[in-house]
């Protein structure tokens, strides 16, 4: 936060990125990973003093450990002096702005940096994210809910309460294990078809995961909040969410030269490419974006 009454210098402030965190949540995601700041330096880099980030490390500081606090104080995270206190800092705890997330998780990707920070579900299939839980680098937060309220500027001064949703990405482990899901549902071809352009099969909720189906199949992306890695393979996204993210599944061919920007694709839309549709397709109709994941043998 950049103080609920400042805005940041030189830079149009996006309402939408306006969602300050409420103090419940932080201290809800928290608690599971308090081992992990003793003698640690922690960075609030999207941060005022008015945040309930600032407040909950500065009221936590000594329970904690903590060894520094750092926060932003109305800096850009990609200006000089912000980058300074990032390499000084050993985690980074944050509600970044929505607009500018994929930037942002590059760079503390980029610095090598411990993080918690919370992000919008879809964020997931950002090609930096995705890859980085792929690797089991990063992890989704402990919190069981894709959903939470933030206080928003009303626009007379004010705040109203507004339900988001949210999700905390976190390097760090919260402790907290992913159950094996159950699996009730029968593989059969008419519920399950085959993708036009990916050689794996359609499955529309997570809760329709056939128990019995061996080969790839495309889930929601709602799968990566449940997804146990014993359990399943990740095996990769739809290619809309970036060249070469599918694994060789997709049909077509990627274009090596499509727009990459710290290392992240920036489109995220179904898109065509010189080798055809990247978002998945059953009989020639799009279905939304798809994971693809394979059972393990037990
Ligand atoms: C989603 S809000 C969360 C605010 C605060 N971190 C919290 O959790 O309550 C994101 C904040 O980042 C600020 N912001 C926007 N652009 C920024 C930038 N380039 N660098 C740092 N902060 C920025 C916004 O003004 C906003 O206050």
Redesign the pocket.
């Known amino acids: 936060?950049?103080?609920?009454n400042k805005?940041?210098n030189n830079?149009k402030?996006?309402i939408d990125?306006?969602?300050?965190?409420?103090m419940v949540y932080?201290e809800d995601e928290l608690k599971h990973y308090k081992r992990h700041f003793k003698g640690k330096v922690v960075y609030?880099?999207?941060?005022?003093p008015?945040?309930?980030?600032a407040k909950y490390f500065k009221r936590e500081y000594d329970n904690l450990g903590l060894k520094g606090l750092n926060i932003?104080n109305?800096?850009?995270?990609?200006?000089p002096e912000?980058v300074a206190m990032l390499e000084q800092s050993d985690i980074v705890v944050?509600?970044?702005?929505?607009?500018?997330f994929r930037?942002?998780f590059s760079q503390l990707i980029q610095h090598k940096k411990q993080f918690l920070i919370?992000g919008s579900f879809t964020g997931v299939t950002y090609r930096a994210v995705f890859l980085s839980m792929q690797d089991g680098v990063v992890m989704i937060g402990a919190s069981g809910s894709d959903k939470a309220a933030?206080?928003c500027p009303d626009g007379k001064g004010g705040f109203i309460q507004k339900v988001a949703p949210a999700i905390w990405f976190s390097t760090l482990d919260s402790g907290v294990p992913v159950k094996y899901l159950e699996l009730t549902c029968k593989y059969n071809a008419k519920d399950y078809p085959k993708y036009d352009n990916y050689d794996a099969i359609n499955v529309n909720s997570v809760k329709e995961i056939p128990c019995d189906y061996e080969g790839v199949m495309g889930v929601p992306i709602t799968v990566m909040r449940v997804l146990n890695r014993e359990q399943f393979e990740l095996i990769g996204c739809t290619e809309d969410c970036g060249p070469g993210l599918s694994a060789g599944l997709w049909f077509g061919r990627s274009n090596p030269n499509q727009s990459v920007l710290f290392g992240e694709y920036t489109k995220c839309n179904t898109d065509v490419w010189n080798g055809g549709t990247t978002g998945c397709m059953v009989d020639g109709v799009n279905i939304f974006k798809r994971i693809f994941i394979k059972r393990r043998k037990r």
Do not use: H
């Open positions: 936060m950049i103080g609920r805005c940041l830079a402030k996006d990125d306006e969602y300050y965190t409420q932080i609030c880099s999207c941060d005022g008015e945040s309930n980030f932003s109305g800096l850009d995270f990609r200006s912000s944050t509600n970044p702005p929505y607009s500018l930037l942002f919370v933030f206080d």
